[in-house]
């Protein structure tokens, strides 16, 4: 599955490179040059930060499933246990 960034956060790191450019590199990165440069960051390394971030949400989950017996378990047979109906 194609990582795709909506139009508008598309345009927003396109501007972020350019000013990146302008500011880090001494250079002008005009906007072929950005749209380029993020189609490529999105297709070579995208897919190793988006594996990353699907991991983590899977430990995370997987943490709070194993959590759930503890917080949700019940006592079985509890009615003999209650103090003074031993």
């Given amino acids: ?16 490179l ?14 072929l040059a950005a749209t380029g440069l993020l189609e490529f960051i999105i297709e070579e390394i995208g ?3 988006y594996n990353k971030g699907v991991a983590d949400a899977q430990a995370r989950m997987q943490a709070r499933v194993t959590d ?7 006592d079985e047979f509890p009615y003999w246990l209650k103090k003074g109906r031993e």
């Fill in 68 to 74: 759930l017996g503890y917080e949700i378990q019940q």
């Fill in 1 to 16: 599955m194609p990582i795709e960034l909506p139009k508008e956060d598309q345009q927003q790191a396109i501007e972020s």
């Fill in 18 to 31: 350019k000013k990146y450019f302008e500011l880090n590199m001494d250079s002008e990165l005009g906007n």
């Fill in 47 to 49: 897919p190793g930060i």
